[in-house]
């Protein structure tokens, strides 16, 4: 069942992300790009998890909330700059989707809950943290990583496909070995060369 307060924090979470001035073609048509991500978060959960926590369906909604006003250029470079830019990224999302839901009158512990996915706290360990995961991974590999890889060395996305692969459960490489038969040609050789045992 769908409460009237999920209700009220999707709608609000959507009207943020659909403030994304960034496009994306969806069935033809410009979709303001967090709101797309949000969406195909969404339809991961739904194929991970038959019966999702209301926890984790908000958290597909907010889980990159208004992304596009964190610029990586404010940000050193080099990884130390990458990993200080992620780390506020999660906060940030964090923060901002938790007053969300408490305008829409969610109780602490669902708020709590939110917050635990969108920062990965126990990666591995708690359920649904591992399914957003997953469903992140999925949605990487089937919507940008053919545009992701068009700037990138193949040595360096190689490493990306085997770290992403690293932090996959069972269940998610077993969706992601199905999706690999409907991309494109190159995107599954790189995927099957990434994958292959190391000589």
């Known amino acids: 069942m769908t409460s009237d307060r999920f209700i009220r924090a999707v709608r609000e979470l959507d009207r943020q992300n659909s403030g994304d001035p960034s496009r994306v073609l969806v069935g033809g048509k410009p979709i303001p790009r967090e709101l797309a991500k949000a969406d195909w978060l ?20 907010c889980q990159h909330l208004r992304r596009f006003e964190l610029k990586r250029s404010e940000f050193p470079d080099g990884r130390a700059g990458y990993h200080a830019w992620r780390k506020h ?47 992140l991974c999925l949605s990487f590999i089937e919507h940008d990583l053919a545009d992701f890889g068009s700037g990138q060395s193949e040595e360096k996305l190689l490493g990306i496909l085997r770290e992403t692969w690293r932090k996959m459960s069972p269940r998610g490489r077993e969706l992601a070995g199905t999706l690999a038969e409907e991309l494109p040609d190159e995107v599954r050789a790189l995927l099957k060369r990434a994958l292959a045992p190391s000589e």
């Open 42 to 61: 969404s339809g991961w959960i739904s194929r991970l998890e038959p019966a999702p926590s209301e926890a984790l369906r908000l958290t597909a909604r």
């Open 89 to 135: 990224m999660a906060a940030f999302h964090a923060d901002e989707a938790a007053k969300v839901l408490s305008s829409a009158g969610y109780d602490d512990e669902t708020i709590s809950e939110v917050r635990r996915i969108v920062q990965k706290q126990g990666l591995g360990a708690h359920a649904d943290v591992q399914t957003m995961e997953d469903a």
